[in-house]
């Protein structure tokens, strides 16, 4: 059996004297490894990186083989944002997070699509819009794995505009009226999150940082807790950078 397909580098780990097992999140074929013939060694071991886009040809006598992969690097992501700590932060949070709760082989096209427009966001020096599409990245995530939450109205009077908040319970929207009174016990929904006059490109600093704390409690609490796991380390250096410099 063999494929070629678009892929992101996710994740890599040495194998015998000179080879490495790769993990890729691929555009067809979802979370695929394979073993990659001296990946370990200087002349290879640049396309390992994570966050390195590639084209990726993997073969394999059965399908549920590792299989072997060859890679053809298309654009170095890590490469350009590496003196850059918080963007670095976001990229190996993604990477981790993707090889921690997706199922392997199971085809998740919009997942891939979504963090490699991330991705190509990240690599742009002139608009700080990734931050924001990181929120939603995470947002995004927590969709495809059954698990999004209900931003659109709000869960006491149904209707769609003024929310301000969520609930840490049940992960719906809540308006300014409804939640004032219990506004310690919620989150604060961000405005880019909530109001469509609000666009990406406009969220505020303050924005990003309940955005954040938003997107991780649920990830920890949907997706991690049932692997009886807390947010991966990155994903935390990443909050905390966010906290900080923004």
């Known amino acids: 059996m063999e494929w ?49 886009y590639v084209s990726a040809n993997w073969r394999g006598r059965l399908p549920e083989h590792l299989g072997r992969v060859n890679l053809e690097l298309e654009r170095s992501f890590g490469a350009v944002i590496f003196d850059e700590p918080k963007k670095l932060a976001a990229l190996n949070s993604i990477c981790e997070i993707i090889l921690l709760v997706l199922p392997e082989r199971e085809s998740h096209n919009e997942i891939f699509t979504a963090t490699l427009f991330l991705l190509q966001n990240m ?50 929207a809540v308006s300014m009226e409804v939640g ?12 880019f999150l909530s109001n469509r006059e609000h666009t990406t490109s406009s969220a505020s600093s303050e924005d990003i940082i309940n955005g954040v704390k938003l997107t991780g409690y649920f990830l920890e609490k949907f997706v991690f807790a049932s692997f009886n796991k807390t947010l991966p380390p990155m994903r935390n250096r990443f909050s905390d950078l966010v906290n900080k410099e923004i």
């Open 4 to 52: 070629t397909d678009d892929a992101i580098i996710i994740g890599s780990r040495r194998h015998g004297e000179k080879s490495s097992i790769i993990q890729m999140l691929t555009k067809n074929h979802g979370k695929h490894a394979g073993l990659l013939s001296g990946g370990s060694t200087s002349s290879k071991r640049h396309l390992v990186e994570p966050g390195n």
């Open 180 to 191: 004032l009174p219990y506004k310690q016990q919620l989150f604060v929904l961000p405005n």
């Open 123 to 172: 690599v742009n020096e002139h608009d700080d819009i990734w931050l924001a599409l990181y929120v939603r990245w995470e947002l995004g995530l927590l969709g495809a794995l059954g698990f999004g939450l209900q931003l659109s109205k709000c869960a006491v009077t149904g209707e769609t505009s003024d929310l301000a908040y969520v609930s840490p319970k049940t992960g719906r």
